[in-house]
């Protein structure tokens, strides 16, 4: 478990989104989203897409980055410049 949650919880941090924020663009609860970020649960392959469109609507740059950090980054590891 993890890559999607700490790919989230960074973005979320960064762009100072809030898991109810995120959660209500969704239209999902916030405790499905509190989940993911604390890596109680891995989202589904359709929730990360649901992920990232939700982020888009708030800011296309958090999406992009969630989508970078999810498929580029080693679990683990951060992203080397």
Not at 19 to 36: E, F, H, P
Not at 40 to 56: H, K, S, T, W
Not at 63 to 78: C, D, M, R, S, T
Request: aromatic fraction near 6%; glycine fraction near 6%; charge should be neutral.
């Amino acid at each position: 478990m993890g890559r999607a949650g700490k790919a989230l919880r960074q973005v979320l941090e960064r762009y100072r989104i809030t898991q109810n924020r995120l959660a209500v663009a969704m239209g999902t609860r916030r405790s499905n989203v509190n989940r993911w970020v604390y890596e109680n649960a891995d989202p589904v392959a359709e929730a990360v897409l649901e992920i990232r469109d939700g982020l888009r609507a708030i800011n296309p740059d958090a999406a992009e980055e969630f989508i970078q950090l999810y498929l580029n980054a080693p679990p683990g590891e951060e992203e080397k410049s």
